[in-house]
């Protein structure tokens, strides 16, 4: 059986290189999810993670165990789990998406000026869930020094 699992974090920021949390987060999930046929997506914004897990109900739910005990990230809140018959994320092994425009306008929509997990519900999950499937994936960048302009793909 599949299943959809969702949930909002709060960043650690006693870790204070985010590109190197990030990217290393996203190595482990692409490797890891690809090899075990779950898909998702990790949204970050305003020191908050997002997530959404799909995949074999006990795959997902023993992957997430390992997740909640990640010391990058604490304060988890978890939605409600849902049985699924399709994947949304069905080209992602884990998409990674950042604030951007659509993202930005359903949290204004909420009356929000920021990503904040304790005000999503079950009923405008499925809205964030859909505007993060049809938003562009972000790619990690960083920002290289004066003496080495422009800048480096990092993923
Ligand atoms: P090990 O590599 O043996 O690590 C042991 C412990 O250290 C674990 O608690 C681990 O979580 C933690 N850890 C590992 N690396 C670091 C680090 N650089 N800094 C701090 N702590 C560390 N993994 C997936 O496979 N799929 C996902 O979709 C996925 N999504 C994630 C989303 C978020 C927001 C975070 C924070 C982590 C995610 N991870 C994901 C990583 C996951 O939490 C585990 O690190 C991974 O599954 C490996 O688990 P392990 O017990 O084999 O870890």
Redo the contacts with the bound molecule.
């Keep these: 059986m599949k299943i959809r699992l969702c949930y909002a974090?709060t960043r650690n920021e006693s870790?204070t290189d985010l590109i190197e949390?990030l990217s290393?987060?996203l190595n482990?999930?692409r490797d890891?999810?690809e090899k075990n046929a779950?898909f998702?997506v990790?949204y970050y914004a305003n020191n908050h993670?997002f997530?959404c897990?799909e995949g074999d109900k006990e795959i997902v739910l023993e992957?997430f165990d390992?997740?909640k005990?990640?010391?990058?990230?604490y304060n988890i809140i978890e939605f409600e789990v849902i049985d699924i018959d399709q994947v949304i994320f069905k080209n992602w092994s884990?998409k990674y998406v950042q604030n951007g425009s659509k993202i930005e306008l359903f949290f204004k929509n909420l009356g929000l000026e920021v990503f904040t997990p304790s005000a999503l519900n079950e009923d405008n999950l499925i809205i964030l869930l859909n505007e993060l499937a049809s938003e562009k994936q972000t790619r990690i960048r960083r920002k290289m020094g004066l003496n080495q302009r422009g800048v480096t793909s990092y993923l």
Aim: aromatic letters at 8%.
């Design positions: 974090s870790s949390d290393s987060i482990m999930a890891f999810n779950i998702g990790l993670f997530q897990l992957l390992r997740i005990l990640d010391l990058r990230h884990m």
